[in-house]
T-cell receptor, first 116, second 115 residues
């Protein structure tokens, strides 16, 4: 079956503009995660959705960042008034509960955002 | 908050040889999961191997194995019979079993495989 997909693959935007990044999770996966990867760094957690529960937004770096997900389908990450420090690769992952109770996360290819 | 440290920014290995990537972590929890992910230039994160903290036996997946030392909070990855396709960034990650679902990642080790 299809893996996690993300669009666009690359996005160049001017400072101050808003951007929307999209994630299509694996069908049947109830959980969805957004991470940010700055150049030469590991991944930083941004936000987590589980089914219809309230999302865990504890990783969002500022109120310019927001994300939505309808049910167990597509998610969009929105960055308002982009700044140069927002330049990074934004990775999405999805998961379902495994038999051990652990959520194994499957990652998409990411969106590379460049703010000029 | 848990921290994950990878002290080797870059490593190099010859094809068919063995290489070990280091990872240490800091936590006060007793129940957690540890992972190694591979990230090739395509940016796709690929799970290589995982370890449950309650298991004493080290995980093994074909040419990949770990040395999990819980008391020392160490979780190294050994790659045997290295292949050119193993060249990538390798990230060590921690996830709590009891609170939250986010993965905490180290900064990564870039592995170069030479013919």
């Amino acid at each position: 079956g299809a893996g996690v997909s993300q669009s666009p693959s690359n996005k160049v935007t001017e400072k101050g503009k808003d951007v929307e990044l999209r994630c299509d999770p694996i069908s049947g996966h109830t959980a969805l995660y957004w991470y940010r990867q700055r150049l030469g760094q590991g991944l930083e957690f941004l936000i987590y959705f589980q089914g219809n529960s309230a999302p865990d937004k504890s990783g969002l770096p500022s109120d310019r960042f927001s994300a939505e997900r309808t049910g167990e389908s597509v998610s969009t990450l929105t960055i308002q008034r982009t700044q140069q420090e927002d330049s990074a690769v934004y990775l999405c992952a999805s998961s379902r509960r495994t038999g051990t109770g652990d959520y194994e996360q499957y990652f998409g290819p990411g969106t590379r955002l460049t703010v000029t | 908050a848990q921290t994950v440290t990878q002290s080797q920014p870059e490593m190099s290995v010859q094809e068919a040889e063995t290489v070990t990537l280091s990872c240490t972590y800091d936590t006060s929890e007793s129940d957690y999961y540890l992972f190694w992910y591979k990230q090739p230039p395509s940016r796709q994160m690929i799970l290589v191997i995982r370890q449950e903290a309650y298991k004493q036996q080290n995980a093994t997946e074909n040419r990949f194995s770990v040395n999990f030392q819980k008391a020392a909070k160490s979780f190294s990855l050994k790659i045997s019979d290295s292949q050119l396709g193993d060249a990538a960034m390798y990230f060590c990650a921690y996830r709590s079993a009891n609170s939250g679902y986010a993965l905490n990642f180290g900064k990564g080790t870039s592995l170069l495989v030479t013919p």
